[in-house]
């Protein structure tokens, strides 16, 4: 729910208080193109007379027009203005010659004259702050009452964007046929495409480059189609998510297609139109199967994906997906109020815990201090440490103990997630769990009702602390991964990333007596998180393939990097400066004759596709560290040195703590059961990863010689 910008009460004539479970629903009266918005407000309940949802994005609040309700007039934004245009159905007298604009099908009766829809600008009183919360209360019941929930992307950008529309939604329907067969033309976007070399293409076949062109030009209209804003909004997640029926519309105003102003814009409006479902399937084929294709064309179809996991199901039909969980996969989407990322939300079924809502809507507190109720209701009442699990931090978290400041939106402790924080990753989920999943030894120390002055609370949980970190990779990005040819690698954030990362790993010092094919095993487990265990339970994340496959198609692409690398070194005096960026030798150069051997045999007959599919995801803006002990992990961006790897009770899997000073230690009452030592005061980086310290059934540190520990997260 946006909050408006404008602050001129709204004709409070026809916002009459509402009973509860009531609902507003607008009549909207026929018109043509031209004709000015006209309709009634009709106070019902919530299971009343069917109407219909718009789904759409409100835009630029200082876009506005004005639209007539009971005789009276209400300014909206631009974007409904047009959604209410497009919609209405059109006068009888003109019902006979073109499809009824409701959906661009022509099915709807043409006699009726007056479209039922709901509208969250015009139904709700905006400027009454007790009914907008009462009202984002129903809104999950709303969407998922409506007979059909319309998503409108706004008006196509004149002709060569409505041909884009057009085209796209061909695309995925002829896509869907096949979808396996539409994968493999796409790929030859992989390696000939515009940021190649130009004799690249000119060495194609005919055949080959009308392929390509074909393939860029359709790929370059489903990109387009998946940029509109429409798609980045977090409102939508539940709208489209609890929606029976959806249908996404666009069109191209009459105007737009005929400068002229002629008989056009009078015209009833011809919608695009393609169904929810359908681009649903599309998109989760793309982010399972083609992860490579759409990072290699910058495609935010992914976005689109996220949706439908927040309500994937099991096989009985329950939710597979948690409200927090599902908090992470929209934390990517925009709101214009930081707060809405948590109460668009509350129509997930698992926004409820014992028949209450996880938190209620309140709009007089900061968003640090709603997310940090959040957490602490989650925590307290599952006894687990998930929600902190899916903290992502942007920047490095504060290393000291601070207060509450309700002038601070972002004040928050560093072991909550702030949705508001761009999010870049996955959730890290690993297959086996690395402790206990509920410790009812956690404790909250310190109030969550953001009083100025008090103090953040901390979190006290006990564990044990795994290793301490000695080298950091860089940040991994999702281009860096696919191999294609030189200019495509020198084009990247980080060329030749593998090479650099082993360099971290296994430098050339020191290494000697370390097992060159377990420690590249583990890197290799670590980066689509897989545990080092035969019969595991599969990941969430990523595409999935058995650990012989993974074995074999991370072999093909160690020897795939090593072919590009001899290449590179071939023109290293020709590079225009950039053999600085170039390693001394490649991975597989620096590897002893037996494992060169070992993986030249893996690699035989296979590909590195799979293991790219695999890996880009879990991977994506994260880093792979080595420990003072030699271990391998992968976890936060802002991972630093000096970071401490811990397990911790009611943690799934591993965490990242670094140390920081007790500001008051001699203050510090004893909270809860903790060991002898003092506790080990720090701030949370985030989850990680570790292979070899994951196994089947060990959820003790104690059983890997790990040292006990406890600990107070700022």
Not at 45 to 55: H, K, M, N, R, V
Not at 159 to 168: F, I, L, P, S, W
Not at 353 to 380: H, M, S
Request: include cysteine; proline fraction near 6%.
């Amino acid at each position: 729910m946006n909050d408006p910008s404008h602050s001129k009460p709204q004709h409070p004539e026809y916002y009459s208080p509402l009973p509860a479970e009531f609902i507003r629903v607008f009549e909207l009266e026929a018109g043509k193109f031209s004709d000015p918005i006209v309709g009634r407000l009709v106070p019902q309940t919530i299971d009343g007379e069917p109407y219909e949802a718009l789904s759409y994005v409100w835009g630029d609040p200082r876009e506005r027009h004005e639209i007539a309700i009971d005789g009276a007039t209400l300014s909206v934004t631009k974007s409904l203005h047009g959604a209410l245009t497009a919609f209405r159905y059109r006068p009888l007298s003109e019902s006979n010659d073109i499809s009824d604009p409701g959906t661009g099908t022509g099915t709807e009766p043409a006699q009726r004259q007056v479209r039922r829809l709901w509208a969250d600008a015009v139904c709700i009183n905006q400027d009454d702050l007790h009914e907008r919360t009462s009202q984002i209360e129903l809104m999950g019941r709303i969407f998922a009452g409506a007979r059909r929930v319309l998503a409108w992307l706004g008006w196509e950008e004149g002709e060569v964007g409505r041909r884009h529309m057009q085209a796209a939604i061909r695309f995925i329907h002829f896509f869907m046929e096949n979808p396996e067969a539409g994968l493999r033309e796409a790929r030859i976007l992989l390696h000939h495409d515009v940021a190649g070399p130009a004799e690249g293409l000119a060495l194609l076949s005919e055949e080959d480059q009308c392929r390509f062109e074909e393939q860029a030009r359709k790929w370059k209209s489903v990109k387009v189609f998946f940029d509109i804003e429409y798609f980045h909004r977090a409102w939508i997640v539940q709208e489209l998510g609890l929606a029976r029926e959806a249908v996404i519309c666009t069109a191209l105003k009459p105007a737009d297609g005929d400068p002229g102003g002629g008989k056009a814009a009078e015209r009833a409006l011809e919608l695009d139109v393609v169904d929810w479902p359908l681009v649903g399937r599309f998109v989760k084929f793309l982010d399972f199967k083609g992860a490579s294709v759409v990072t290699h064309l910058s495609l935010l179809s992914w976005v689109a994906h996220h949706i439908l996991m927040v309500w994937e199901t099991k096989e009985d039909g329950t939710p597979d997906c948690d409200f927090l969980t599902g908090m992470h996969w929209t934390r990517i989407l925009g709101v214009t109020d930081a707060r809405d990322r948590v109460y668009s939300l509350l129509g997930h079924p698992m926004a409820v815990i014992d028949g209450e809502l996880v938190i209620k809507p309140d709009y007089t507190v900061t968003r640090g201090v709603i997310y940090t109720k959040l957490a602490v209701n989650l925590i307290r009442r599952t006894n687990n440490l998930y929600a902190v699990n899916l903290v992502d931090h942007e920047d490095d978290p504060s290393v000291e103990a601070r207060d509450w400041d309700p002038g601070d939106e972002s004040r928050m402790p560093s072991w909550v997630p702030d949705w508001h924080s761009i999010n870049r990753t996955t959730p890290l989920h690993c297959p086996i769990d690395a402790a206990e999943t509920e410790d009812a030894e956690i404790r909250i120390d310190g109030e969550t009702e953001g009083a100025k002055g008090t103090p953040l609370p901390h979190l006290l949980a006990r564990g044990w602390v795994v290793d301490e970190i000695s080298a950091v990779s860089r940040r991994m990005e999702t281009t860096d991964f696919p191999v294609t040819h030189l200019t495509r690698e020198w084009a990247k954030t980080n060329p030749f990333w593998l090479d650099h990362v082993w360099e971290v790993l296994f430098p050339d010092e020191g290494s000697r007596d370390r097992d060159a094919l377990a420690v590249l095993e583990t890197l290799s487990l670590a980066l689509p998180l897989v545990a080092e265990a035969e019969n595991q339970p599969e990941s969430k994340v990523g595409a999935k393939q058995t650990l012989e496959e993974h074995h074999r198609s991370f072999a093909a692409y160690v020897l795939e990097y090593h072919e590009l690398w001899r290449g590179a070194s071939e023109t290293r005096s020709t590079d225009d400066g950039r053999g600085s960026s170039l390693p001394a030798h490649s991975l597989y150069d620096g590897l002893p004759a037996a494992v060169q051997a070992e993986l030249r045999r893996r690699a035989a007959g296979s590909t590195s596709e799979k293991f790219i599919e695999c890996m880009t995801w879990p991977s994506m803006c994260r880093v792979v560290y080595r420990t003072a002990s030699g271990l391998v992990g992968m976890g936060s961006r802002v991972t630093q040195q000096g970071d401490l790897v811990c397990r911790v009770r009611g943690s799934t899997v591993l965490m990242t703590l670094r140390r920081i000073h007790d500001p008051s230690p001699g203050q510090r009452t004893k909270t809860g059961t903790a060991p002898d030592a003092a506790p080990i005061f720090c701030a949370h980086i985030g989850p990680t990863v570790v292979p070899a310290r994951i196994r089947n059934g060990v959820v003790n540190g104690g059983e890997f010689g790990e040292k006990a520990a406890y600990f107070r997260i700022v």
